[in-house]
């Protein structure tokens, strides 16, 4: 798959986190919502730059 395709499907699963959080649990689990977000993010941010690296 594309690197995009990949990106997107993570902000895909970092949006329905958020949206579980607050429609579902109301709140209850932002600690554990925001751990699960800031994880995506951080791989996200490895799959960019790897595929930085590997177009060089």
């Known amino acids: 798959m594309k690197t995009s ?3 997107l499907i993570i ?3 970092m ?3 958020t ?3 607050i429609t579902i649990f109301h709140g209850e689990y932002n ?3 925001l751990a699960l977000s800031t994880i ?3 791989s996200s941010i ?3 730059v790897n595929n930085k690296r590997k177009m060089k």
Request: charged share 0%; aromatic share 20%.
């Open 15 to 17: 949006h329905f986190i």
């Open 46 to 48: 490895a799959i960019f």
């Open 11 to 13: 902000v895909m699963m």
């Open 31 to 33: 600690g554990i919502a």
């Open 40 to 42: 995506l993010f951080i």
């Open 19 to 21: 949206l579980t959080n």
């Open 5 to 7: 395709t990949f990106l």
